[in-house]
């Protein structure tokens, strides 16, 4: 087990760092054919600073010992609750499992909830079937308040959407490339966010459901961990990881279940160095995931890596546009507001929202 002290000193402030994950990687625990070992050295190579494992109904690779500092990646290992044709969840911060598959998802969230455990909703909108069947695996309790947030994107399902039948024979293509036939995340989904958003905070996080696949006694692997780790990362903020687990995952945890992150496809462009925050009349920093009172002088800013297609939104709806690496806005009224950026045609970075809430309500 290792510990490497992070050089770059990131956005804002001392204290404040940017660190990449890639969330929701499933090993040979369950269904990928990946060893931990193979899924951190692919991380590491990719430049990946925390991976949270998620294998379907099973805590194994915490039982043996592989959450932590595990060769400069830091790994938290959840699980991803798997029930045949409901909707799937990640959950982390949990010890146990058992029996979560067959319950109800309100019993068990609420089971989570009382271990300190946090859950969020994985690939909501489901997978089609082949042949019309409709969709299977379908988020549908909206209503608890246990759930902390949702996956917003994921690679393998945006991946997957449209290769059957009409797309099969890109499917070579896809494998080649696969960051390329990414149509970022669902516009049900975002919608759903933005209304959820408006009664209370709802964290939206990016995804890779990475499962490598192998081929018996030939060195090449379908959608090889390196090429899924390179696509939808969620990037925290948070203060400096100090090299003590235990602490450092507390850190992880209240980062991302703060909606103090950013999702990005970075394999079309690093996005490390974007930030939204705001600033009040009275000079407070407000990050994303954060939440104050709507009053008159607060300004939000936007900063990118790159020169870009920058969307500010607010409920939904678009209020600012600028093609550049910078945004100032200084918004009329409370609302949520979030920002979506796209890198030429291609959906490029999606930040959590700030909630500038009226005083009224
Ligand atoms: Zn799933
Ligand atoms: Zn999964």
Redesign the pocket.
Known sequence: MRFEEKTPARGRGEGYQEYVGGL?V?TEY?DGSASMERVIQAARATGIDFLVI???DSLGAKKHGFEGWRDGVLVMVGV?I?PWRKG?C?AWGVDTCVGYRDADARVYLGQIARQKGAAFA??PEGKSRPCGLGRVEVWSDWDTPHLAGMEVWSF?HDWSEGVWPFGLHQLPFRFLDPARWLRGPSVEILRRWDRIGQERRFVGIG?L???EVGMPLVPWRWLSCERIFETVRTHIRSERLAGDAERDIRTLRSAIEGGRCHIANDRVCDSTGFDFWGETAGGIIVSMGEEVAYERGVTLHVTCPAPACVRLLRNGADVAFAEDDAMRYEPTGAGVYRVEVRWKTQPWIFSNPIYLRSRQG
């Open positions: 929701h499933h369950s998620a294998d379907h991803e798997s799937h990640l994985a690939h393998m995804s459901d990475a499962h």
